[in-house]
């Protein structure tokens, strides 16, 4: 089973994400209205989202509310991507040029603004409190994030507690609270938002392992990307941390970072090579599968819906994505 | 009375918001640290702060509540300064350089969005959705405001309500929140917080337009600015919009934008010249003073509280302002 047919049950309901998000845009000015309906239209799972509508079935069946969650939910992802582009200079998002690129930093930063400024006027509007307080707690440290991991580039302080923390900030919460608000504003019981969270927060701790781990074994030659993409940009990631436990390989990473900073030419086939051939791979497996077994335990003490099957499904695609 | 001895009886109130913000900023890491304190030391009057401490006096006096809320409202008036000036391009702010030109606009994009999150994790954990909901109101406005002037430089598709639309988004509505939901979380009863706005909005509208005049009537040489600067720069302001109405002036000005979108020399003297000597800078001052007449009838009807003579006197300041 592929995303696509996974995704399928929800197309509807996902078409009407996007619907809402582009009659929003629409209505914006030009410089506003061109570069925003570009990033929508250059595609995305829309997996928070999905599954903050999957949730808000496990209480009332509010035919509005959830949807408008979703798409405040979407704005600020695509808020985050917009600004963390221009932070670490991306060139590309969703295979286009990023907006940055495309014009300025500055009108990058306004387009970020404004994506951001539209999510929090839809949910202050849902007039929820504790909803608002998660949200904004996880808005927080999904923008910090983006600018410690880049400062970070190239340095070897880093450690996997560092590295889990990273991915729980840039990745997991808004997962999780992508569920938990989903289920809160359909009025869903507090244990029902509590285990909905794990569930999402766990999906997105495995799927950026996961992501990771692909970056070693499965090099994206039509992105031009080399095995060990991440590390040769200056990122210790999971596959690269568990390596160094397992061999000397600190002072050779330390000196090609070194000669990476100094704009020196930087050779890493060599230790890239040294780290597939550890068991880096497999344990950085085993602790993805650690998240998706949190996940499926999550989901087991979940009250019976038929949108479980999908939540199941979810877990088995990333399982199966793992090799 | 100058703005000094103004602010006076509330100068350890406003010390007490300054130390709180310099805590804040003191446990961020080094890039937000470093930056966001200079900001602070550069001074700035605290104006947003002032009037929600003050206009929190009209509820309960809860020691705390006001000043969370008064952080936070000085900590969006901080991101919206720093964005503005990557969008803006401007070099100064608070007579330091602005942090996009020490630094660069990637690093302020994350300082502003920084003073942003912290400001939003403030606000919600007051868990006032009302409060939260004009908050992110004004932030939206606030924050679309300053591309839309950007945009419309060198432009003649300005008018009067154009100008006043402005104004009220990027100075007034800010003013008038503060002073809002400084009442508001104090439980001041819903017409005094009315009130209060309305007071608050007309100070802020009256402020700015009073900037706008003094562009023409008093240049600052220090800052080597000249007479009609924001025309020079693009910015069809108040003064020039009356005097618009009263002489034939459009061509002229017209041409000179155009040459200044083309970079060619374009020498404003004449022009400016032309709207000094009409009424337009009387009318101007006049309809400053329409803003702060409305600004005292809001006075009038607010409850007696020893608060109210400081905000007489910064009506009166703002008058006096005026010549």
Redesign the interface.
Known sequence: MNSLTLFEPFKNDLKKVDQLLLERFSKA?D?IKTPTIQLLNAGGKRTRPLLCLLSSRFGDTDAKKPFELAVAIELIHMSSLV?DD??D?ASLRRGQPTIHKQHT??H???I???L???S??I???L????A??Q???T??KL??G???QY?NRYRMNDSIRMYLRKNRDKTARLLGVSCQLGAMISNADKSTQATLFQYGYCLGMSYQIIDDILDFTKPNHVLGKESGQDLIEGYLTIPTLYAMKEIDIYSEIENLFQRSLNHQSADFDSVISQIKQTNAIQQSFKLSQHYLDRALNALKKLPDRPEKETMYHLVGYLSKRNH
């Open positions: 000015i410089s600004h221009i932070i200079r930093n500055r990058a930063t306004y970020g603004d404004y951001f400024a539209e929090l006027a949910m202050t509007k007039k929820h409190s504790f608002n307080h949200f904004s707690f808005i927080k923008s910090m983006e600018w410690t400062q």
